[in-house]
Nanobody
Framework: QVQLVESGGGLVQPGGSLRLSCAAS????????MGWYRQAPGKQRELVAT???????NYADSVKGRFAISRDPAKNMVTLQMNSLKPDDTAVYYC??????????????WGQGTQVTVSS
């Protein structure tokens, strides 16, 4: 079993910055990828950013140039630096991890989510 614990959400004014962090713990062989999704009220959950290995990244068009995802493999952590935040970025942000088990299976886990609110 794998646990993902997110931190760093909160209230910020438009144009401000926030940094989200997520730590993975539990029993697994390795982490293949980690990422962030978000879900705004009344909308479907959407991809924000993912990182495979230590450096291969993918971003939603809506956050390119403003958000940066990074990973610390030694600590099983992923962070999302969010700059130039807009009210449309308001959502619950979920950390995800694709892990490889000792048995060779690939499993996908979600965190509980952290609220990000961008408002003046």
């Amino acid at each position: 079993q794998v646990q993902l614990v997110e931190s760093g959400g909160g209230l910020v004014q438009p144009g401000g910055s926030l940094r989200l962090s997520c730590a993975a713990s539990g029993s697994f062989f390795s982490i293949v990828s980690m990422g962030w999704y978000r879900q705004a009220p009344g909308k479907q959950r959407e991809l924000v950013a993912t990182i495979i290995g230590g450096s291969s990244t993918n971003y939603a068009d809506s956050v390119k140039g403003r958000f940066a995802i990074s990973r610390d493999p030694a600590k099983n952590m992923v962070t999302l630096q969010m700059n130039s935040l807009k009210p449309d970025d308001t959502a619950v942000y979920y950390c995800t991890a694709n892990v490889r088990t000792y048995q060779g299976s690939s499993l996908y886990y979600w965190g509980q989510g952290t609220q990000v609110t961008v408002s003046s």
